[in-house]
């Protein structure tokens, strides 16, 4: 379940000093207030993590890992200290995590050294019909190099996990089940601890791509069980390019390298090279070490903020907007249930193309999404090319939401629809 904070109930979040830590809010876009209405796609960043980024730059720059100067010591600890901030955030063990670029990034070092690498020929992954690109395609890759089989779980009609076969599906020969904790499209939030307990039930690993939820909900890595959880600091206004993949550390020891090169090996022959500890085996080259400070910093403000607080702020933004999308006669995709609903929401307005309807309101300052989301097998399966997708973050307020009800007003009379 995504909470069990109501979001009626709950202690309001102090929106005026939230707002004024995000500078970029300030911003007019074509004479209106900035609405910015697509962390979903990437967050906005507030001066806390700049500042730590900034700090790192003016005062201990150097290369990690080598150095025997105190510049090279004291970037090794803060790019180390990073690594045991973010383990913390998601309640994992830091042995475990591995910095990385992104979500995508991650999933690609799972699917490209975990079941390309480990798996046998016949072996089967499941995925499901609500996965990003970033969840297929590198399990395309290892399947086509590997013989592996690939199967999905469906959906229902309203936006969940088919799940009546889900014992079907992870019966031999399925070795892994990687799916996502919440649709970036639907903004369904999956029963992962459930869903966890049977494929292990049935010695299948479970790879979760946290992308969506990370950034929204408290994930923690020992409740729900999971053995891979990727995710991307961008997304929880940490800087671009900052991310994670958190893995058993008992399965990175199992994995051959990634990538190969400096930082990641023991002793290097001409011939033959073997491998440094984890999770150093897989971070090989100089790392991004002011995105790990700044993705840190980013972890700080969120739990100071308070992560069960701003899931339940959302909470309150999407009723709010399936609400407002209702009364606009908009027609909403997903779940309708709140308990199960996550901050992004996809929308259509009568038959205006999506892009269109995203453009009338970039006029109005309202940014949205707009396009198939790197969802495409999930666009078929909704029967439509393309949606537009409002999504919320911990510095929206209801005034937003009722600018974005005035822009698909817009839309409408612009359209005559
Ligand atoms: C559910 C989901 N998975 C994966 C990704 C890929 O994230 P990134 O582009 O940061 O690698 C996204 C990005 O929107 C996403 O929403």
Redesign the pocket.
Known sequence: MATTIDPATAPSLDLERIRADFPILDREVGGNPLTYLDS???SQKPIQVMDAVDRYYRRSNANVHRGVHQLGNEATDRFEASRVRVAGFIDADPQGLVFV???????NLVAGSYARELLQKGDRIVLTLM?????LVPWQLAAERAGLQLAFIGLTEDGRLELSNLDELLAPPTRLLSL?????VLGTVNDIAAITAEAHRRDVLVCL?G??SVPHMRVSTRELGVDFL?F?G??MCGPMGS?ALWARPELLERMPPFLGGGSMIAKVELERSTWNTVPHKFEAGTPDVASAVGLAAACDYLDEVGIERIHAHEQGLVRHMIDVLDESGATVYGPRDLAIHGG?VSFNVADVHPHDTGTILDRLGIAVRAGH??CQPLMRELDVPATARASVYLYNTHEEIDRLGEGIAEVRRVFRV
Do not use: F, I, V, W
């Not at 670029?101 to 999933?107: F, K």
């Not at 996965?131 to 969840?135: A, G, I, K, V, Y």
């Open positions: 979903a796609a990437t670029r992104n979500t995508t990034e991650a999933l996965e990003h690109h970033s969840n996502t904790h919440q649709s970036n791509d992308a969506q990727a991307s961008h997304k991310g992004a989301h790197c």
